[in-house]
C-alpha cells in the first residue's frame, strides 16, 4: 500500500478509538475537524492543485447544508437523499457560477467567486419563508439512527474517509495530473491539447460537491444554519485553514484545520481577541512558511527519509 | 501536386491600429523543412500564434491537413498533430521531467478524463522514449523549474513531441544558447525531424541555423511575406538584403 | 461621497501597485478612530474637528506607507494571491487593535463649528456638513486626475502601472514610488474615516462594511479609474437607493448581482481600460 494509503488507514483508526476516551469535548472537536477538513481539502481542489484562488467556496458548503436540513424539515425527506441532494446541488451551484467564474482569471476570478457567493449570502439572508433570513434554521436535529454525537461522530468519520479516499484518487489520476499542469502554466496546457476552462470547470464541480457533503454534515452537526456559513469570512478561514496546513500537499488542509480548530478553541476560552491571533498566524505563514506546516515539516531533515 | 500539410491565404491581424501581419499567404509542404526569418518586430510570432489559434485572425483563412482551422479553439488544433514550442521557455516548472512529458502522452492517448487510475504508472515507457529521444533520460526525477536554461529547452522540445505531432512550430529553438548548444539542438532537432518524416516551420534570428538546415525560406516584414525560396534564392534576394542590410552598397 | 474616497484610494492602490487592498476599510475605520483620539485631545480649541481630520488623514497614510514598506514589499515577488491574503491578515490585526484600544462601544464627534447648520433647499433641509462633503469629494478626484494626468509625478506613477521594470532601469526609484502611492491611497482612506466621524457611529465593523462596498464600486467603475470611481459611487448609491424602493427586500442582492455583471462582462469596469480577461 502506498505511503499516503497508509497514512490514511492509520489516522483512522486512531480517530475510530477517539470516542472511548469518554470526553463529549474531544468528540466534539473531532466532528468539528473531520468536517472542516473535508471542506479545506475540497477547496484544495482548487487552490493547490488547479491554482484557481476561490474567494467564494463557502457559498457550496452553505448550499449543502440548507439543501439537507430543508430536505429534511420542509420536504420531509429521508436523511440519505437529502443528504446525497446536498452533495449535488453543491456541485450544480459550483457549475452554474463556475461558468462564469472560469472565463475570466486571477484577481478578476477571485472577485467573481466573491460576488457569487454574496449573491448567495445575500438569498439565504433575506429569503426568510425559506431559509428563515437572519435567525436562521433553527432546530436541525441528528437524523433517527444518528441521534447521539458519537453516533454521528462515526458517521463523520465514515462519510469523510470515504470523500478523502475518492478525492485522492481524483487527485492521482491522470486528471488530477492536468489540473496541476493547468495550475503551472495554463497557456502551455491548452497546447498539449487540453480546453483548460472546461476541465477548471469540472475541478470547480468537484470541489463544489464536496464542500455541499462538508455543509450538510456541518448544518446537523451545529443543530443550526445561519447565513453567516456563507458570508465571506467562512470562505477566508478555510482559505486560512488550507494555507496553515500546506496547500501543495494533499493532506495539509486537514492539518491545517485541525492545528486551527483545536488554537481556536484554546484561545477563545480565555481571550475575545481570536482575530488578532488568527491574522497574525496568517501574517507568519505568509511570511516565513509559505508551504505551511506540512510543507515545513517536510523540508525538515527528520522526515527527509519519509519522503524518499 | 503534393498535397500542402498548411495552407495560409491572406492572413491579416491588427492590434488596435497597428498592422502586425497583413496579407500573408503561403504554404507548407508535407515533410518539408521551412523557416521563418525577419527582423525584430516583424510579426513572426504574431503568425505563429495566429496558426496555432491562440489569437483570432481580422481576416483571411488558414487549413492545416486540408481542414479549416481558421476560427477553431487551440486545443482542437493541437489534438489535429500541431505542435509548438514557445519563445519563452514553457513548461511546468513545479513537476518534474517526466511528469511534464507524460503530462502530453496522457492527453494524446486520450487518457486525459480518466479520474480513477494511478497516473504515476502510466506510460511509463513511451514518456522514457521520448525523454531519451531529448536527450533527458537521466534528468526524469529532477524538478524541471530548476534545470538549467538549455535543458529547459530540451524539454519544452519534448513536450511537443510527446503529441507526436505532424508538423511542429517551433519558435527561436536556439534562443539564447551558446554555439555548442546550438550545434547539438539543431543536431537534435534535424534528427527527429527526418526520424518520424515531421513538417517543421521555425523562426529564428541564427542565420548560420536557418541557411544550414532550411530546405525553404520564408522572409517576413512589417508583416509583410517579402520573398519566399531556397536558401540560395533568399541569399541573393535584393529586398531581402535591403532589410537585413539596409540600402545596398 | 465617503464611499467615493476610500474607493478612490483603493482604486489607486490597485492601479499603481496592484494589490487590491482589503485593509482599505480597516485604514478608514483607523482615521475615523484617529479622529476622535485627536478631537477629545483639542476640545474647545476652534479648528479642533479641521485639527484632528488633519491629524488623523496623516497618520493613516504614514501607518499605511510604513505598512507597505516593510512588510507588504516583501510580498511583491510572490504571487498576487500572498499580498491580498496579507492585507486580509491586516483586516483582522487592525480591527482586534481598534477594539483593544477603544473598546466596542459606539464612538461619535461632534461637527465642525462652521458647519453646524442647515440650508434649505427645495422645500428641505440639507446640513451643510453633507454637502461640503458633497462637494470635495468631486473637487479631490478633480485634483487627483490634474496630477497624474498633468505633472511629472503623475506621469512617473502612471508609467509604474504599466511597466515597473523599465521603470526601474531608467533609474527610478520605484519601491519609493510605490510607498508614496500607497501612503496616499492611504491618506484617502483615512481622510474619509476623518470626515464621516461626524455623521455616522465610530463603531468596530464599520470596516468591513465599507470595503465590500468598496470594492463594488471600484469594480464598476474600472480598477484604476478616478472618474470610474466617481461613477461607481454614484452608481451604486442610485442602485442602492432604486432597489430599496421596488424591491425592499432584494436591494442587497442586487449590489452583489450588479458586481457579477460587470465582472462577467466588463471585468475592467466601466470607465477602466480593456485588458486581457
Not at chain 1, 497508509?6 to 470526553?23: D, N, Y
Not at chain 1, 497546447?191 to 483548460?196: D, L, T
Not at chain 2, 531519451?132 to 529547459?152: H, I, M, T
Not at chain 3, 453646524?116 to 427645495?122: H, Q, R, T
Request: hydrophobic share 50%.
Amino acid at each position: 500500500m502506498s505511503k499516503e494509503n497508509r497514512f490514511l488507514v492509520i489516522l483512522t483508526l486512531l480517530l475510530a478509538l477517539l470516542p472511548l476516551s469518554e470526553s463529549r469535548f474531544y468528540v466534539f472537536l473531532g466532528t468539528d475537524i473531520l468536517i472542516m477538513g473535508l471542506f479545506a481539502v475540497s477547496l484544495n481542489l482548487l487552490l493547490g492543485y488547479t491554482g484557481l484562488v476561490s474567494f467564494g467556496q463557502a457559498a457550496y458548503f452553505g448550499v449543502g447544508a440548507y439543501t439537507c436540513a430543508l430536505l429534511m424539515k420542509k420536504a420531509s425527506l429521508i436523511f440519505p437523499i437529502s443528504f446525497l441532494a446536498a452533495a449535488v446541488f453543491g456541485a450544480i451551484a459550483a457549475l452554474i457560477i463556475g461558468f462564469f467564474c472560469v472565463q475570466l482569471t486571477k484577481i478578476y476570478f477571485a472577485m467573481l467567486t466573491l460576488a457569487f457567493s454574496q449573491i448567495v449570502w445575500a438569498i439565504a439572508f433575506k429569503w426568510n419563508s425559506l431559509t428563515g433570513g437572519d435567525t436562521g434554521l433553527i432546530g436541525v436535529n441528528f437524523p433517527a439512527y444518528l441521534d447521539s454525537p458519537t453516533r454521528f461522530y462515526y458517521f463523520t468519520l465514515g462519510v469523510v474517509v470515504l470523500s478523502l479516499y475518492l478525492l485522492r484518487r481524483v487527485v492521482n489520476s491522470p486528471f488530477g495530473r492536468i489540473l496541476t499542469t493547468i495550475r503551472e502554466n495554463p497557456e502551455r496546457t491548452v497546447f498539449i491539447g487540453i480546453n483548460v476552462k472546461f476541465f477548471q470547470l469540472i475541478s470547480f464541480m468537484i470541489s463544489g460537491f464536496f464542500a455541499g457533503i462538508a455543509g450538510a454534515l456541518f448544518g446537523i452537526f451545529n443543530h443550526s444554519i445561519f447565513p453567516d456559513f456563507i458570508f465571506w469570512p467562512q470562505s477566508a478561514e478555510v482559505l486560512i485553514m488550507s494555507l496553515l496546513g500546506g496547500i501543495y500537499n494533499f493532506f495539509g488542509p486537514l492539518v491545517g484545520a485541525a492545528v486551527l480548530l483545536y488554537l481556536r478553541m484554546q484561545v477563545t476560552s480565555f481571550t475575545q481577541y481570536w482575530p488578532l491571533i488568527l491574522g497574525t498566524i496568517l501574517a507568519l505563514i505568509l511570511f516565513f512558511f509559505p508551504g505551511g506546516i506540512v510543507g515545513f515539516l517536510k523540508s525538515q531533515r527528520i522526515f527527509a527519509k519519509w519522503n524518499r | 501536386m503534393e498535397p500542402m500539410i498548411l495552407h495560409i491565404e491572406k492572413a491579416k491581424k491588427s492590434f488596435e491600429g497597428f498592422v502586425a501581419v497583413s496579407g500573408v499567404s503561403f504554404s507548407v509542404k508535407k515533410g518539408e523543412i521551412c523557416s521563418l526569418i525577419g527582423p525584430n518586430g516583424a510579426g513572426k510570432t504574431t503568425l505563429f500564434n495566429l496558426i496555432t489559434g491562440h489569437i483570432p485572425v481580422d481576416e483571411g483563412k488558414l487549413a492545416f491537413k486540408g481542414i479549416d482551422i481558421t476560427h477553431m479553439p487551440p486545443h482542437r488544433i493541437c489534438r489535429l498533430g500541431m505542435g509548438r514550442s514557445f519563445q519563452r521557455t514553457n513548461i511546468f516548472p513545479r513537476l518534474t521531467v517526466f511528469q511534464n512529458i507524460q503530462a502530453a502522452v496522457l492527453v494524446h492517448r486520450g487518457e486525459s478524463l480518466n479520474f480513477f487510475k494511478p497516473v504515476d504508472s502510466l506510460f511509463r515507457e513511451e514518456t522514457g522514449a521520448i525523454l531519451q529521444r531529448v536527450g533527458l533520460k537521466e534528468y526524469g526525477d529532477a524538478v524541471s523549474g530548476s534545470l538549467s536554461y538549455g535543458f529547459q529547452k530540451q524539454l519544452e522540445l519534448g513536450i511537443a513531441l510527446a503529441s507526436d505531432p505532424e508538423l511542429l512550430l517551433l519558435d527561436e529553438p536556439t534562443a539564447g544558447m551558446s554555439a555548442q548548444e546550438t550545434h547539438q539542438t539543431i543536431d537534435l532537432i534535424g534528427r527527429i525531424t527526418r526520424e518520424k518524416g515531421l513538417t517543421l516551420l521555425f523562426t529564428e534570428h541564427d542565420m548560420e541555423v536557418v541557411f544550414s538546415i532550411s530546405e525553404r525560406i520564408l522572409v517576413l516584414h512589417q508583416g509583410r511575406l517579402i520573398a519566399g525560396g531556397s536558401p540560395e534564392e533568399i541569399r541573393n534576394n535584393p529586398d531581402v538584403r535591403k532589410v537585413y542590410l539596409g540600402e545596398a552598397r | 461621497m465617503f464611499l467615493f474616497l476610500i474607493a478612490s484610494g483603493l482604486s489607486l492602490i490597485f492601479g499603481i501597485l496592484r494589490v487590491l487592498n482589503f485593509a482599505h476599510g480597516s485604514l478608514y475605520m483607523v482615521g475615523a478612530y484617529l479622529t476622535y483620539f485627536f478631537a477629545s485631545h483639542f476640545i474647545d480649541t476652534p479648528g479642533q474637528f479641521w485639527w484632528a481630520t488633519i491629524l488623523a488623514s496623516l497618520s493613516v497614510a504614514i501607518v499605511g506607507g510604513f505598512l507597505e514598506r516593510f512588510f507588504l514589499s516583501r510580498l511583491y515577488i510572490r504571487e498576487e494571491l500572498n499580498q491580498l491574503l496579507f492585507t486580509y491578515a491586516l483586516v483582522l490585526i487592525i480591527s482586534d487593535f481598534a477594539k483593544i484600544i477603544w473598546g466596542t462601544g459606539q464612538l461619535s464627534v461632534s461637527r465642525p463649528a462652521i458647519l453646524k447648520g442647515a440650508v434649505p433647499l427645495m422645500g428641505q433641509y440639507f446640513p451643510e456638513y453633507n454637502i461640503f462633503i458633497l462637494i470635495l469629494g468631486p473637487a479631490i478626484a478633480l485634483l487627483f486626475w490634474l496630477i497624474l494626468h498633468r505633472t511629472r509625478w503623475g506621469r512617473l506613477i502612471r508609467a509604474a502601472a504599466l511597466d515597473r521594470e523599465m521603470l526601474g532601469s531608467l533609474g527610478v526609484n520605484v519601491s519609493w514610488l510605490f510607498t508614496i502611492v500607497f501612503s496616499i491611497g492611504a491618506w484617502l482612506a483615512g481622510l474619509g474615516g476623518a470626515l464621516v466621524s461626524p455623521i455616522a457611529a465610530i463603531v468596530p465593523g464599520m470596516d468591513v462594511e465599507i470595503i465590500i462596498n468598496a470594492f463594488i464600486v471600484v469594480v464598476i467603475g474600472g480598477l484604476g479609474s478616478f472618474w470610474g470611481t466617481l461613477l461607481g459611487a454614484l452608481i451604486l448609491g442610485q442602485v442602492t437607493t432604486f432597489g430599496i424602493l421596488v424591491l425592499p427586500r432584494l436591494s442587497m442582492v442586487f449590489i452583489y448581482v450588479l458586481m457579477a455583471v460587470v465582472l462577467i462582462l466588463r471585468p475592467w469596469g466601466l470607465l477602466g481600460k480593456p485588458m486581457q480577461r
